[in-house]
């Protein structure tokens, strides 16, 4: 099973989930003038599954998901519309607050 890297940071008061597919992390992408870097620092904390990435979502103001996985979760729980994933080489990305 393929697994989620995930990381939760706390900012001014806000809790950030950082969210990647696993094997995207260490590595950056580009496009254009856009580029995503999915550094380990910021997104790997513990490696989950999707069921867990998804409870995780409840607990957290704002969201930070990278790859097809991350995003798909963040969309089927309702924190993502899929009108705002934006595509980096390749890669999905979406940010998410929620209120």
Request: contains cysteine; negative net charge; proline residues 1%.
């Amino acid at each position: 099973m393929k697994m989620i890297a995930i990381r939760i940071h706390t900012s001014r008061g806000e809790r950030i989930l950082a969210a990647a597919d696993e094997e995207l992390l260490g590595r950056t992408f580009r496009e254009g003038d856009a580029r995503i870097t999915v550094s380990e620092t910021f997104y790997r904390g513990e490696v989950v599954p999707e069921e867990v990435l998804a409870e995780r979502m409840k607990s957290v103001t704002i969201m930070n998901l990278v790859g097809e996985r991350a995003v798909s979760v963040g969309i089927s729980e309702g924190h993502v519309a899929a009108c705002s994933v934006v595509t980096i080489g390749g890669v999905m990305h979406a940010q998410a607050v929620r209120m």
